[in-house]
Nanobody, 123 residues
Framework: QVQLVESGGGLVQAGGSLRLSCAASGRTISISAMGWFRQAPGKEREFVGG????????YYADSVKGRFTISRDNAKNTVYLQMNSLKPEDTAIYYC????????????????WGQGTQVTVSS
């Protein structure tokens, strides 16, 4: 059974940084596509970015490109989302998700999800 546990969320001022972690068990992340999503109140869950299996290619939504960076530590079976230059519009619950195959942007294509971690950016 796959389990994903996010951590690292919190309250930060605009312009600040946070690093989210997603620790996986039950499946090896290096052979899985890992995605980060977020959901703000009243909005649909949206793709933030992802990292592909094997070679670890990364993909980002235009809204976070240049500010967010995804990485992984295969030894710890953990994926990270480094968020810099945070804006109030980045406020949301952030989720990590896992699927076989390649990174895609559609949430329904991911078969395992973490519980989410709240990120709040104050202006």
């Amino acid at each position: 059974q796959v389990q994903l546990v996010e951590s690292g969320g919190g309250l930060v001022q605009a312009g600040g940084s946070l690093r989210l972690s997603c620790a996986a068990s039950g499946r090896t992340i290096s052979i899985s596509a890992m995605g980060w999503f977020r959901q703000a109140p009243g909005k649909e869950r949206e793709f933030v970015g992802g990292i592909s299996p094997r070679f670890g290619s990364t993909y980002y939504a235009d809204s976070v490109k240049g500010r967010f960076t995804i990485s992984r530590d295969n030894a710890k079976n953990t994926v990270y989302l480094q968020m810099n230059s945070l804006k109030p519009e980045d406020t949301a619950i952030y989720y990590c998700a896992l699927k076989p195959g390649m990174v895609v942007t559609g949430a329904p294509d991911y078969d395992s999800w973490g519980q989410g971690t709240q990120v709040t950016v104050s202006s």
